[in-house]
């Protein structure tokens, strides 16, 4: 038999207790596939007395997480407390430094400190592994980076938060508002006390920054994507797209454009026989496509317990093997270090809906704004008939850019006949 490998577990917590579990509930075939046995022998937690349902008798406790960077008792320090900066990453830095691979489920630090820590990686001439970090138990960054190596990727796209995803389809479905689903959501353990991180689009731009370095060989720069979150979301609009032939889902996409990468994440409207759109609930999404293999779609299951283990045994397994990749899929002094492209510079088509009082000329007027801003309607709708009300109307533009758009919408809702914010969805054909 092999020596076994030994693991410093670093957080106990969902992803932690999963990994204990797996390693012990799998370990006939994962030794199989990994060629030795992989063994916990050290772990750290905050709290030492809480009751976790898990034997860790005959294994060695740290208080201090950052000591199983340095512990004889550990080959691979697997970093799952979480977090960009504090101990996470004085651990991520020191187990580097003494030469230790490292696996993590931590999209927070690598898409902060994801450039710097490749580096230390590389020059240390250690794996620093990451599947589980971007969309839980799909294959996603073993796809981009391995089984797409051949391909000059053109766009990679996902739903990539589960949270936003269970909301946006619970409205949808039960025609709720937002703030309803968003409590059921807490209730259900689907959503965090503080939803901010999630709904505000946050975690997503984590998650696209990794896949956009992967994707395009850039430097991992979170600084340059564009994030919107989902509070804005109205269930009338969820309806009206649903009427059009769309769904409302919040995605990442980072795609190539003319003189540059632009990476994004917003509500799009997605043509709803698209593959990506019947992906609900707190299922996760991510589709690629290569000028090889055209378009690539996974989905699965981008968090919880035992999709978020699976994807840390992977790693490990690899590192059992002697298997690995560089951090960003090549050496870092080949990445692309040119900035972004700013928002402005997209181009898609846009829904727009509008609360406009029922009176002549105002159709004419919000017309008019976006014939200045050089827009063309494909569609328009309105909807009831209210003399003297506000009535939602619909409009479907063709292609323009970002900039022409902002141009338009702030013409339009300084006009005295719309009564309030215009609602826009970028439509993304996927
Ligand atoms: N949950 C998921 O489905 C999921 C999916 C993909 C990626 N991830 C990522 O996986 C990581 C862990 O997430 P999680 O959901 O498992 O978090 P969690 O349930 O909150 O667990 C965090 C664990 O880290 C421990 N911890 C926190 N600070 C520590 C410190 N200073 N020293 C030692 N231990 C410390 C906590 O100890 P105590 O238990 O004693 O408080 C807890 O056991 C995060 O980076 C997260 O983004 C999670």
Redesign the pocket.
């Known amino acids: 038999m092999n020596e076994p490998l030994k693991l410093g577990v ?7 207790l999963g990994l204990v579990n797996l390693l012990r509930a799998n370990a006939d075939l994962i030794t199989a596939r990994a060629g030795r046995p992989i063994e916990v022998t050290a772990v ?4 030492r007395s ?1 009751d976790r349902g898990v034997d860790f008798s005959g294994l060695d406790w740290h208080g201090d ?1 950052v000591a199983l960077a340095t512990s004889p008792k550990v080959d691979v320090v697997v970093e ?3 977090g960009a900066d ?3 990453r004085g651990l991520v830095e020191a187990a580097l430094r003494a030469g230790k691979p490292v696996v993590t ?4 630090l690598l898409a902060t400190h994801g450039a710097a820590l490749a580096k230390l990686a590389e020059a240390q001439g250690v794996p620093l592994a990451y599947e ?2 971007v969309a ?1 138990g799909i294959p996603a960054i073993k796809a981009l980076r391995e089984g797409l190596a051949g391909n000059r990727i053109s766009r990679v796209a996902g739903i990539l938060n589960g949270t936003c995803n269970y909301i946006l389809t619970e409205m949808r479905l039960k025609g709720l508002p937002f703030e309803t689903v968003l409590s059921t959501a807490q209730e259900l353990g689907y959503a965090e006390a503080d939803p901010a991180f999630d709904i505000d689009g946050v975690d997503a731009a984590h998650k696209l920054a990794i896949l956009a370095a992967l994707a395009f060989g850039h430097q991992v720069d979170l600084a340059a994507i564009h994030v919107e979150g989902i509070r804005r979301v109205s269930a009338l609009d969820i309806a009206l797209a649903g009427e059009l032939g769309y769904r409302i889902k919040l995605l990442g996409i980072a795609s190539r454009e003319e003189g540059g990468v632009t990476a994004r994440v917003h509500p799009c409207m997605v043509p709803a026989g698209s593959p990506i759109a019947s992906v609900d609930g707190v299922f996760n999404a991510v589709l690629a496509e290569g000028d090889a293999v055209g378009r690539v779609v996974l989905q699965g299951r981008g ?3 035992g999709p ?1 283990a699976s994807a840390v045994v992977a790693d490990l397994v690899d590192i059992a093997r002697g298997r690995f990749a560089p951090v960003w899929g090549a050496a870092t002094d080949t990445l692309d270090a040119a900035p972004g492209l700013p928002m402005e510079r997209h181009r898609g088509a846009y829904y727009l809906r509008l609360m406009v009082l029922d009176q002549p000329g105002v159709i004419a007027d919000v017309t008019g704004a976006l014939r200045d801003a050089r827009i063309s309607l494909e569609s328009m709708l309105q909807r009831g008939r209210a003399p003297g009300e506000a009535v939602p109307v619909v409009m479907v533009t063709h292609e323009c850019e970002e900039g022409q758009m902002q141009a338009a919408l702030a013409r339009i809702a300084g006009l005295a006949s719309v009564v309030e914010p215009p609602a826009m969805i970028r439509i993304e054909v996927l």
């Open positions: 670093a957080g106990l917590g969902t992803v932690g750290s937690a905050r709290d809480r997480a799952l407390m979480g504090g101990p996470a489920a931590n999209k927070a589980a970090a839980g968090a919880g317990a978020t």
